[in-house]
């Protein structure tokens, strides 16, 4: 049968850039894109129910030999369809983006919308990013190759037996066929042999019209990804994951049929068939049921089941063994798998090690308590976690808890006592969890004289702009940004591939829009750019590219750089519109800070003999004028009995720099200092003369510390300006191996004065009589807001959720005093631990960002109150990511 082709004219595009709204809307799911795929298209079908029990089928299509001839199809069948008018854009932004019941077609074709039934968790609008994520649609023009595209199709029956076909197109700007094929039409575009989307972009269909009521969407050009999980039936594991229990129930049915014609059934895990908590006899699973919540007395978790069954082996995990799976007790609202409290995470003091790979259970909610945790408030958008935040989901965890602390007492495996020896091992632990996830670097080096590496390739960036005025970073309305260029590099060299660079602006308030998203390839050398423009900035809107500010006050132009799918770095540029930005402290205008990396292992600190390692040599100056410095820098041999210590350049010493003139450059007024390399050095360490003259600089010396120091002094008058040391480790491990620990947690009786009083302070520092050892970090047992934590304790498990609050807090406020301590003494990469980071997950994200303004203000004239806020904000979202698992 001939192609027929689509009338292009007859799409509806807008300026938003689906491609990226769509990945960042699968990247925010926490354990991948393949578990998106088996939850929302299901739940879609779900809330359309229609019949008792809906059909959902997943087939895959193989038209051709390439992975762009493979066609998926989601089908359902005893629901709705997809019915109610087909509005256009304008009407819905007419209503103000509110959309009644029974609008399907317009909610599923919709984006930014909300509905007046709330209880319809698809109106969320995650369904459709499932879908359009496993669309890789390149071009086959040489110009388009390297842009990534989405389409999907979807078709649907009515009761009254209209048909519909849309099309959904990301180019990478959102495109849908408007108006729909309808009937005959429509069921003979969905039987054409090829659907051209676009001039250089067609896709097989070769489909049956849908001959029931129901909804199916086409997904042409599939992942690679997704082909995979289907033939290795990943897919199905996920679906049984997330839909056991409405399976057990009755709600629906779901079958994979691969593209060999193999047909499956999602069936109930086996240690879950036949619901054994029912079973009397049975005493391996035990029933919890109407739970009350003790501050939330109107709802109640309906049951908890909790089983062990000594024949099952631990499951093996489908994304990562860090986030919990079957092995722990599944959340469930709605009969839908949310998340699971994992037994190492939440449930390791109650359930010993031999017995944890035959434990499973569940939680699942009374109609009223389901209906609350629908509101976004309390569950993710992507419905794969709830926000331990809310005071209503730490309630119900605590419930859990509870119930399997019981559990754990009924098997013998665990009593109900709690010593006091158990209670201190307990607080030291959680010390050291805050330790080892904020005050080392991701590779696991201890923080030694601000050395850090990584493995593998290393990818730089840089966001360059220019302001109207080189002295400020002040910008008004009419002006504009020129010459917007991202760049980035690789180390190594990187040959091969391409990067996405997605330019984005942060608002007053923290929201964030796209302005442009480029693909580029990365040239030999391992670089590549792009140069996006001038940017008005307009306090109204334009249709032309522009910066929209409406508001008066600080903004942040950022550039994230990914290649793959993952983000690789991200580099930002702040404007304050129609404000002066805040003057800087006049403190430390300029500082020094030192890295040492093993050549040969960067993820190891100790240097061996034959070993090549790097000393970089970096300063910032926040004078808003050049500053022309001198900089003198040596490695210095410690005086150690026996030691010998040779160089090319001098004995006892090598000379890095020697009054060696700099010129630091201006820094803006309104922006963080980059750090300028003033000196970058590398050199072969040995314990011995070496039999043969080596081709670079070389050092030899006893095994053991040394120092490296940096001064620099003001080129005019030769005053002191700053200095700054930090010491290698040759043959020699540094002290306390693998995470440093800043703090030695530990407990008094007392509290700091003697004697008990709201004014004493919660925690204070202490340091040892060995200053080679970390400081001491005390907290008062009698302290009022210790005593708090004790009393939320009962109850709470032997986890106790109070003292570990507690513990968390003071932990989290004293890092923060040691990271501005280090930064006020020039040595910036403590809060490095925490904004090189920026790219791990939007926690980390989120974090980094509360930190910099923090830093930021604490060096300006800010008021106590409002530094006290921001210093609060950034201890809470390190409490929240240890309350997240560390991610």
């Known amino acids: 049968m001939p192609a027929i082709r689509t009338k292009l004219h007859n799409y509806s595009s807008t300026s938003t850039n689906m491609v990226s709204v769509v990945e960042n809307a699968i990247n925010g799911y926490k354990m991948g894109p393949i578990r998106a795929l088996a939850q929302e298209p299901v739940q879609n079908s779900k809330d359309a129910k229609l019949d008792q029990c809906v059909d959902v089928q997943y087939r895959l299509h193989a038209r051709g030999d390439s992975a762009a001839d493979y066609v998926l199809t989601v089908t359902d069948r005893g629901t709705k369809g997809l019915g109610g008018p087909m509005l256009k854009e304008a009407e819905i932004a007419s209503r103000g983006r509110v959309l009644n019941d029974g609008e399907d077609w317009a909610a599923f074709e919709g984006h930014g919308y909300t509905k007046t039934n709330q209880d319809a968790l698809g109106s969320r609008g995650q369904g459709k990013s499932a879908f359009l994520y496993h669309s890789e649609a390149y071009g086959t023009d040489m110009t388009l190759s390297n842009i990534r595209r989405m389409v999907m199709l979807y078709d649907t029956l009515l009761p009254d037996s209209q048909y519909r076909l849309g099309v959904r197109y990301a180019n990478p700007n959102d495109v849908v066929q408007d108006p729909p094929f309808v009937d005959g039409e429509a069921r003979e575009l969905v039987t054409s042999a090829i659907f051209d989307v676009d001039d250089d972009l067609s896709v097989p269909l070769?489909?049956?019209?849908?001959?029931?009521?129901?909804?199916?969407?086409?997904?042409?050009?599939?992942?690679?990804?997704?082909?995979?999980?289907?033939?290795?039936?990943?897919?199905?594991?996920?679906?049984?994951?997330?839909?056991?229990?409405?399976?057990?129930?009755?709600?629906?049915?779901?079958?994979?049929?691969?593209?060999?014609?193999?047909?499956?059934?999602?069936?109930?895990?086996?240690?879950?068939?036949?619901?054994?908590?029912?079973?009397?006899?049975?005493?391996?699973?035990?029933?919890?049921?109407?739970?009350?919540?003790?501050?939330?007395?109107?709802?109640?978790?309906?049951?908890?089941?909790?089983?062990?069954?000594?024949?099952?082996?631990?499951?093996?995990?489908?994304?990562?063994?860090?986030?919990?799976?079957?092995?722990?007790?599944?959340?469930?609202?709605?009969?839908?798998?949310?998340?699971?409290?994992?037994?190492?995470?939440?449930?390791?003091?109650?359930?010993?090690?031999?017995?944890?790979?035959?434990?499973?259970?569940?939680?699942?909610?009374?109609?009223?308590?389901?209906?609350?945790?629908?509101?976004?408030?309390?569950?993710?958008?992507?419905?794969?976690?709830?926000?331990?935040?809310?005071?209503?989901?730490?309630?119900?965890?605590?419930?859990?808890?509870?119930?399997?602390?019981?559990?754990?007492?009924?098997?013998?495996?665990?009593?109900?006592?709690?010593?006091?020896?158990?209670?201190?091992?307990?607080?030291v632990r959680v010390a050291d969890e805050i330790f080892s996830t904020f005050a080392q670097p991701k590779n696991g080096n201890p923080i030694i004289g601000g050395g850090n590496g990584a493995g593998g390739t290393k990818w730089d960036g840089s966001l360059q702009v220019d302001y109207p005025d080189e002295q400020t970073t002040r910008v008004d309305w009419g002006q504009t940004l020129s010459a917007v260029y991202v760049s980035c590099q690789t180390d190594p060299p990187m040959d091969y591939g391409h990067v996405k660079i997605d330019l984005e602006l942060e608002n007053t308030l923290g929201a964030k829009s796209v302005l442009a998203s480029e693909r580029t390839d990365l040239k030999e050398d391992g670089t590549a750019s792009v140069d996006f423009g001038d940017f008005p900035v307009l306090k109204g809107r334009s249709n032309n590219p522009h910066l929209h500010c409406p508001e008066d006050g600080r903004y942040l132009m950022s550039a994230t750089i990914s290649s793959g799918r993952a983000n690789v770095k991200r580099v930002s540029r702040r404007l304050f519109v129609q404000t002066d930005p805040p003057k800087p402290s006049p403190k430390q205008p300029i500082t020094a800070y030192i890295r040492v990396t093993n050549l040969d292992d960067p993820e190891r600190t100790r240097i061996n003999t034959?070993?090549?390692?790097?000393?970089?040599?970096?300063?910032?100056?926040?004078?808003?004028?050049?500053?022309?410095?001198?900089?003198?820098?040596?490695?210095?041999?410690?005086?150690?009995?026996?030691?010998?210590?040779?160089?090319?350049?001098?004995?006892?010493?090598?000379?890095?720099?020697?009054?060696?003139?700099?010129?630091?450059?201006?820094?803006?007024?309104?922006?963080?200092?980059?750090?300028?390399?003033?000196?970058?050095?590398?050199?072969?360490?040995?314990?011995?003369?070496?039999?043969?003259?080596?081709?670079?600089?070389?050092?030899?010396?006893?095994?053991?510390?040394?120092?490296?120091?940096?001064?620099?002094?003001?080129?005019?008058?030769?005053?002191?300006?700053?200095?700054?040391?930090?010491?290698?480790?040759?043959?020699?491990?540094?002290?306390?191996?693998?995470?440093?620990?800043?703090?030695?947690?530990?407990?008094?009786?007392?509290?700091?004065?003697?004697?008990?009083?709201?004014?004493?302070?919660?925690?204070?520092?202490?340091?040892?009589?060995?200053?080679?050892?970390?400081?001491?970090?005390?907290?008062?047992?009698?302290?009022?807001?210790?005593?708090?934590?004790?009393?939320?304790?009962?109850?709470?498990?032997?986890?106790?959720?109070?003292?570990?609050?507690?513990?968390?807090?003071?932990?989290?406020?004293?890092?923060?005093?040691?990271?501005?301590?280090?930064?006020?003494?020039?040595?910036?990469?403590?809060?490095?631990?925490?904004?090189?980071?920026?790219?791990?997950?939007?926690?980390?994200?989120?974090?980094?960002?509360?930190?910099?303004?923090?830093?930021?203000?604490?060096?300006?004239?800010?008021?106590?109150?409002?530094?006290?806020?921001?210093?609060?904000?950034?201890?809470?979202?390190?409490?929240?990511?240890?309350?997240?698992?560390?991610?």
């Not at 029931?212 to 897919?235: F, M």
């Not at 409405?246 to 691969?258: F, S």
Request: charged letters at 30%.
């Open 610 to 887: 034959g070993e090549c390692f790097a000393i970089e040599i970096s300063a910032k100056n926040r004078n808003t004028s050049i500053s022309d410095v001198l900089v003198d820098a040596s490695l210095v041999a410690r005086e150690l009995p026996g030691n010998l210590f040779e160089s090319v350049d001098a004995p006892k010493s090598a000379v890095l720099a020697s009054r060696m003139p700099v010129q630091l450059p201006i820094n803006r007024a309104g922006e963080s200092p980059m750090p300028i390399t003033i000196v970058n050095k590398t050199f072969r360490m040995f314990d011995d003369l070496p039999d043969a003259e080596p081709e670079m600089p070389y050092l030899v010396a006893a095994p053991g510390p040394h120092d490296i120091r940096v001064d620099l002094r003001d080129a005019n008058s030769g005053e002191p300006i700053t200095s700054r040391s930090t010491v290698i480790y040759f043959e020699h491990d540094p002290p306390r191996k693998g995470t440093q620990i800043p703090f030695v947690l530990k407990r008094k009786e007392e509290s700091q004065n003697g004697l008990p009083s709201p004014a004493d302070p919660s925690w204070w520092i202490e340091k040892p009589r060995d200053p080679a050892e970390p400081l001491y970090l005390y907290y008062s047992a009698r302290h009022h807001l210790y005593q708090v934590a004790k009393h939320a304790d009962r109850g709470s498990g032997r986890r106790r959720r109070g003292t570990t609050s507690f513990i968390r807090e003071i932990c989290a406020d004293a890092l923060v005093d040691w990271m501005h301590e280090g930064y006020i003494n020039g040595d910036e990469t403590r809060y490095d631990l925490i904004t090189d980071r920026r790219l791990d997950s939007h926690l980390w994200s989120h974090l980094a960002d509360s930190t910099e303004s923090y830093r930021d203000a604490a060096e300006e004239d800010t008021p106590p109150d409002e530094l006290a806020k921001l210093r609060r904000e950034v201890v809470a979202k390190m409490v929240r990511i240890l309350d997240k698992g560390g991610v």
């Open 206 to 427: 070769r489909l049956e019209p849908l001959g029931v009521v129901g909804t199916r969407v086409i997904v042409p050009c599939l992942s690679t990804d997704a082909i995979d999980a289907i033939r290795n039936r990943r897919l199905e594991k996920w679906l049984q994951m997330c839909w056991w229990r409405a399976i057990q129930v009755g709600d629906i049915r779901i079958t994979v049929v691969d593209d060999a014609g193999n047909s499956r059934v999602i069936t109930v895990p086996s240690w879950w068939k036949d619901e054994p908590w029912r079973d009397c006899c049975d005493d391996s699973a035990v029933e919890y049921t109407n739970i009350v919540l003790r501050s939330y007395q109107e709802f109640k978790i309906k049951r908890v089941v909790l089983l062990h069954d000594e024949d099952l082996e631990a499951q093996e995990h489908l994304y990562s063994n860090k986030e919990p799976e079957f092995d722990g007790v599944q959340l469930l609202r709605g009969t839908q798998w949310i998340e699971t409290l994992g037994i190492q995470q939440e449930f390791a003091a109650l359930i010993p090690e031999e017995f944890r790979a035959g434990f499973r259970g569940f939680a699942e909610f009374d109609r009223a308590l389901d209906r609350e945790l629908r509101n976004t408030d309390y569950e993710k958008p992507q419905h794969d976690d709830f926000i331990r935040t809310q005071g209503l989901v730490r309630e119900i965890i605590a419930a859990v808890k509870e119930c399997v602390k019981q559990f754990s007492e009924r098997q013998g495996w665990t009593d109900s006592s709690d010593s006091q020896r158990e209670a201190l091992d307990r607080e």
